[in-house]
């Protein structure tokens, strides 16, 4: 099975923009979640889909959001962009019969400028 | 928020040897796992160890858990070059599959 994948790999933004991130999980998988990483509060939950509907959501701002579609792809977005927001954007996804396990994807980095 | 804290940040170790990593964690758990992490890249699963478990192996790893410490030590056993990385813990609670992370171990093998 091919593994979880996200695209882009390397992004770069001018603060104040807004940026959508995606990701897609492993065949089969219906549960996606997102992190953040950064040197300084280093991994961090964001939000997790399941079936389409946000089960759980990180303390982070309104600013990002996300959403999955019925083929399991999960997109995050961020709006405004702020120079914290550079970061590694990891997805992960996991099987509805061993949901404790998650697979995760190779990152995006964003950066603002 | 981070769970807790690995120790120590960094370990240097000679090829060969074993290198021993810690954890400590805050609130009661469903389980821990523990994840690899090579410069920069995504996160690799390496062992997943419930909160009834107190020690479990997999390959050259070993994995203690005890819950009364809030703490728990991954051991890798005769270590390789490709073995340096960054070495993450990470708990689950009852419930939710929502990962919260240490800071992490980073861990150099010298040939």
């Known amino acids: 099975k091919a593994g979880v994948t996200q695209t882009p790999r390397y992004l770069i933004k001018t603060r104040g923009q807004q940026v959508t991130l995606s990701c897609s999980p492993i065949?089969?998988?219906?549960?996606v979640s997102w992190y953040q990483q950064t040197p300084g509060q280093g991994l961090q939950f964001l939000f997790e889909y399941f079936s389409e509907t946000q089960r759980n959501k990180g303390n982070f701002p309104g600013r990002f959001s996300g959403r999955q579609f019925s083929n399991s792809r999960s997109e995050m977005n961020v709006s405004t962009l702020e120079l914290g927001d550079s970061a590694l954007y990891l997805c992960?996804?996991?099987?509805?019969?061993?949901?404790?396990?998650?697979?995760f994807g190779p990152g995006t980095r964003l950066t603002v400028t | 928020s981070q769970q807790g804290e690995e120790d120590p940040q960094a370990l240097s170790i000679q090829e060969g040897e074993n290198a021993t990593m810690n954890c400590s964690y805050k609130t009661s758990i469903n389980n821990l796992q523990w994840y690899r992490q090579n410069s920069g890249r995504g996160l690799v699963h390496l062992i997943l160890i419930r909160s009834n478990e107190r020690e479990k192996h997999s390959g050259r790893l070993r994995v203690t858990l005890d819950t009364s410490k809030k703490s728990s030590s991954l051991l890798i056993t005769a270590s390789r070059a490709a073995d340096t990385a960054s070495y993450f813990c990470?708990?689950?609670?009852?419930?939710?599959?929502?990962?919260?992370f240490g800071k992490g171990t980073k861990l150099s093998v010298i040939p």
């Open positions: 065949s089969g998988h219906r549960s």
């Open positions: 990470a708990t689950q609670g009852a419930g939710s599959y929502q990962l919260t």
């Open positions: 992960a996804s996991s099987a509805t019969d061993s949901p404790y396990e998650q697979y």
